[in-house]
């Protein structure tokens, strides 16, 4: 079973809807989670990182946390076509390691 | 600008022949770490590197050798490179890894 698991998409959404991202982790000593955005031929950027359950709101970016059920989603509000990119999901628990999952594509359609 | 630096972005090589791609950062971040990234199978951890003379092996090490010499260098070297490591490969640095990494652009890579 892998650490993290992601639906690798692609997902395909008009312009305007909000979009539901998600991953499951198996390893419960994860304690920071993080969604990376990844454009074509580029390398990924930080999105949004959240330490505890919950929810973490950023613009129309929502990171949620369920320990409880290890999963974790990312919401995306009013979407755009510039939100078009591969989304991952990123987990850690130590110094150094960081754990993705596989990425979900994301189109935006006008 | 804050930022990491890998050189070169495209590679084209043939089996055997070693070669180096060079990553730098100017955050004077500690640590620093390198993934490739394969279709299906996401990142995945090659090196990391805690500080100057601290290196350890990720999840993928093998054909890979790192050093670090310098805090703001952490080159990437395949002493003979093979067709399975054809791949997208990324540097990345971090002051304090559960905050999470900052990524180069990448470094195409292609053995043949």
């Known amino acids: 079973q892998k650490e993290v698991e992601q639906d690798p998409g692609p997902l395909s959404v008009p312009e305007g809807a909000i979009v539901s991202l998600n991953c499951t982790y198996s390893?419960?000593?994860?304690?920071?989670f993080m969604w990376y955005r990844q454009y074509s031929r580029k390398g990924p950027e930080l999105l949004m990182y959240?330490?505890?359950?919950g929810n973490k709101e950023d613009g129309r970016f929502t990171a949620q946390v369920d320990k409880s059920s290890k999963y974790i989603s990312l919401f995306i509000r009013d979407s755009q076509p510039s939100d078009s990119a591969t989304y991952l999901c990123a987990v850690t628990g130590t110094a150094s390691k960081l754990t993705f999952g596989t990425g979900t594509r994301l189109q935006v359609t006008l | 600008e804050a930022q990491v630096t890998q050189n070169p972005r495209y590679l084209i090589t043939v089996t055997g022949k070693k070669l180096t791609v060079t990553c730098s950062q100017n955050m004077n971040h500690e640590y620093m770490s390198w993934y490739r990234q394969d279709p299906g199978l996401g990142l995945r951890q090659i090196y990391y590197s805690m500080n100057v003379e601290v290196t350890d092996k990720g999840d993928v090490p093998e054909g890979y050798k790192v050093s670090r010499k310098e805090k703001r260098n952490f080159p990437l070297i395949l002493e003979s490179p093979s067709p399975n490591q054809t791949s997208l490969y990324f540097c990345a640095s971090s002051l304090d890894t559960t905050y999470g990494y900052t990524f180069g652009s990448g470094t195409r890579l292609t053995v043949v």
């Open positions: 959240t330490y505890s359950s």
């Open positions: 390893n419960s000593a994860f304690q920071y």
